[in-house]
């Protein structure tokens, strides 16, 4: 028995010492992989921060070239008909955003669903007054009745993305 009170005095000390020396080596462990990951995070912010940016930048541009008044007043009216017009404003539309597809990544999914409803909302008001104008009209005449239907209408899909897209911004 006193062998064993002799063992006992010399391995329950080295116990709890093994013991507390786990304990505080996990706890170190666990800050420095907390440090790691939270360097790793701050890193990637930095990073990507700007890139976000720049994505915000590049849609919000987007909108604004794809409105109407500024997409008539980057084309020679003159010598269109009201067909030329339509497929120039049409496939000025689908230039833009297939050129701007790719800041879909760095956006949110309704910022983009936005954005694409303000491209179709676009390309039904270009076909829309395009079927209310007469063949031989000139093109002015349907440049006229688009920048009048975009004029009328209260809030458009441009507004209320462009608008969704300075909110965003301002929360990042």
Do not use: C
Not at 67 to 78: H, Q, Y
Not at 79 to 94: A, M, V
Not at 97 to 111: K, V
């Amino acid at each position: 028995m006193d062998i064993f009170l002799e063992i006992l005095k010399y391995i329950l000390p080295a116990l709890v010492v093994l013991g507390a020396t786990y304990v505080v080596l996990s706890k170190q462990l666990a800050n420095e992989a907390d440090r790691r990951n939270f360097e790793l995070r701050k890193l990637n912010v930095n990073q990507i921060t700007p890139v976000r940016l720049r994505a915000y930048e590049r849609l919000t541009l987007l909108l604004e070239r794809t409105k109407p008044e500024a997409m008539l007043l980057r084309l020679n009216l003159s010598n269109l008909s009201n067909f030329d017009l339509q497929t120039q404003l049409l496939k000025t539309i689908r230039d833009e955003f297939d050129h701007n597809m790719g800041q879909q990544i760095y956006i949110s999914p309704e910022a983009w669903t936005l954005v694409m409803n303000a491209r179709e909302s676009l390309m039904r008001l270009v076909n829309g007054s395009a079927a209310q104008v007469q063949p031989s009209d000139s093109a002015m005449q349907l440049a006229q009745s688009l920048i009048q239907t975009y004029a009328a209408t209260e809030t458009t899909p441009t507004e209320i993305a462009l608008n969704f897209l300075k909110q965003e911004v301002k929360l990042m």
